[in-house]
T-cell receptor, first 113, second 115 residues
Framework: GAGVSQTPSNKVTEKGKYVELRCDPI?????LYWYRQSLGQGPEFLIY????????DSGLPNDRFFAVRPEGSVSTLKIQRTERGDSAVYLC???????????FGPGTRLTVL | AQSVAQPEDQVNVAEGNPLTVKCTYS??????LFWYVQYPNRGLQFLLK??????LVKGSYGFEAEFNKSQTSFHLKKPSALVSDSALYFC?????????????FGTGTRLTVIP
């Protein structure tokens, strides 16, 4: 079946701009996660949704980062006033329940010039 | 605080030889432990996990891992390496005793299998 999909696969933007990254989880998965992977590092947790609500947003680095999941399926990660340090691969994962294995999408590579 | 250490940035092994990729962790309570593999320009793929029960866990593609509570380790192993196993491997831990939500990842180990 279809896995987790993320769009766009690549995004280049200028410092100070606003960006939106989209994640389509596996159908039927109630839990959705966002991670950020910088070059040479492992993924770092950003935020986790159970259904429509953010159950844990402790990993968001600052208030420029925000994520929504209004209908409990697709999620959008929003970054305001982008900075060069935001450049990374943003990974989305989903699981059937929050207790289950997380399955990852291919990621969106964000480059802030 | 929880953390994962993968002490080797790079592991090289000859094709057909056994391979080991090391992982140690620090977490309060009983950990949930995972291994993921990342191929170039592709997302993380789940290999195996330890939740409870038998300390030896078998996963995809012939990989296995052994949970050692006293040494706080969860090393990944395979009896006979293939060239196609060359990839970046990540160990991860969930500190939540009630489930596997946010994962903490190690920095990764690049495995190269030499023909």
């Amino acid at each position: 079946g279809a896995g987790v999909s993320q769009t766009p696969s690549n995004k280049v933007t200028e410092k100070g701009k606003y960006v939106e990254l989209r994640c389509d989880p596996i159908s039927g998965h109630t839990a959705l996660y966002w991670y950020r992977q910088s070059l040479g590092q492992g993924p770092e947790f950003l935020i986790y949704f159970q259904g429509t609500g953010a159950a844990d947003d402790s990993g968001l680095p600052n208030d420029r980062f925000f994520a929504v999941r209004p209908e409990g399926s697709v999620s959008t990660l929003k970054i305001q006033r982008t900075e060069r340090g935001d450049s990374a691969v943003y990974l989305c994962a989903s699981s059937i329940l929050y207790t289950d294995t997380q399955y990852f999408g291919p990621g969106t590579r964000l480059t802030v010039l | 605080a929880q953390s994962v250490a993968q002490p080797e940035d790079q592991v090289n092994v000859a094709e057909g030889n056994p391979l080991t990729v090391k992982c140690t962790y620090s977490v309060s309570g009983n950990p949930y432990l995972f291994w993921y593999v990342q191929y170039p320009n592709r997302g993380l793929q789940f290999l195996l996990k330890y939740i409870t029960g038998d300390n030896l866990v078998k996963g995809s593609y012939g990989f296995e891992a052994e949970f050692n509570k006293s040494q706080t380790s969860f090393h990944l192993k395979k009896p006979s390496a293939l060239v196609s196993d060359s990839a970046l491997y990540f160990c991860a831990v969930s500190p939540d005793q009630t489930g596997a939500n946010n994962l903490f990842f190690g920095t990764g180990t690049r495995l190269t299998v030499i023909p």
